[in-house]
């Protein structure tokens, strides 16, 4: 974890210079103030975990920087360290919204155990804000299903990397579950009881993206009010999961860059270098190799991510799992719906079978929920599913719209490569053209 940076405000020198030795010599990162002026400044120039305050000092008093503070940063613990007899001042420093308070002349080992547990109290707030933010999220799976031959190498891939720190690059199209999959490597690693920390890069701007992985600092730019932590930040010694990576402008592939390739960075608009311990796992529904051939994806970011590539198989090619999910799903909607499905006809899962699921498990999620809302039974029948009849009519096409269609898998699959796409279709190259030509 980063060390721990303090602010040391204190108007008698010996005093400050001292507490600054004692707190370095514990491995944090100390700074002082020898008046309430110079410690507004520094607090407002820079980033600190906690400050130490002396509630008498010149020009501007303890008290009114500990107002200034709470109003710049209502979260920041703040120390008080206040005369023998000056209790009251202490208590109106408690109701403001100091931390704790040590009078003159104080114990060095009291105010170290107050310091640590300040900050022990300070990284526990952080992880149980994401937490909840975790908890709070509807997410479709609580655990990886299926025994499809697809399946059982996904995870048998999943459980061989978790113990490790490698980084991880998970395919598949949208609905397949990949951040499912990256959460059950993070809870199978050793990483488990630290942050896994979530980032769509596709659903954020380039501007906002650099603050929300890399974090701010106060007046970086308008509208940063107050110090923002980032989400490499907020993840030390867990996993940070970027979702879309493929979406990531060129910009901020060169920053990312630099992280995996050493762990730092700067937040915005500061200067102080912070380094980190993160398990990066990315994901894609895009063909990065194909974007790298094209120019609009780094190669050397795709090979720093692309260490260990997992490629998650969309429902269509793993139907033998349908009725392992249904039975999954039906289970996990009766408990919040407090319903009692017993299951789904034979009927029905045929129906469910010849569907092609272009949403994926996300679909099969929504119409199995459904389904359970709308039914009068305790088996879920072909009238349940309320599946449109215009989703399987798609599935009828003509025999040229089943060419186009095998031809550009083909061709995505040879990376564009026209010979090698005619040899696998065995024809020629020519009749290749011929045939992708309108």
Known sequence: MPAFRILVADDERFMA???QEIFEEEG???ETALDGRQALEKFRSSSFDLVLLDLRMPEVSGMEVLKEIRRDDPDIPVVVITAYGSVDNAVEALKIGAYDFVTKPFKIEELKNIITRALELE??????????????EEFHFEGVIGESPRMKEVMQMAQLVAKTDATVLIYGESGTGKELLARSIHFQSDRKDKPFIVVNCGAITETLLESELFGH?????????????GKFELADE?????DEIGEMSPAMQVKLLRVLQ???F???????????????????????????????????LYYRLNVIPIELPPLRDRKEDLPLLCGFLI??????????IQGISPQAMRLLKKYSWPGNIRELDNVIERAIILSQDEVLGVEDLRLMEAPFKEQWKTLRAMEEEYIARVLDYAGGDMEKAAVILDIPVVELKKRITP
Do not use: P, Q, W
């Not at 149980?128 to 908890?135: A, F, G, M, P, S």
């Open 17 to 19: 210079e001292m507490l």
């Open 28 to 30: 944090m990162l100390v």
């Open 331 to 340: 289970a996990k909607h009766c408990r919040r719906l407090h319903k009692k």
């Open 238 to 242: 867990g996993t940070i999961f970027l």
């Open 262 to 264: 050493d762990r730092t």
């Open 217 to 229: 600092e106060k007046g970086s730019f308008t509208g940063a009010h107050a110090r923002k932590l």
């Open 123 to 136: 990284r526990l707030k952080r992880e149980r804000d994401y937490l909840l933010d975790e908890i709070r």
């Open 266 to 300: 700067e937040r915005v608009g500061g200067t102080a270098v912070i380094a980190v311990n993160v398990r990066v796992i990315a994901a894609t529904n895009r063909d990065l190799k194909k974007m790298v051939k094209d120019g609009t994806f780094r190669e050397d």
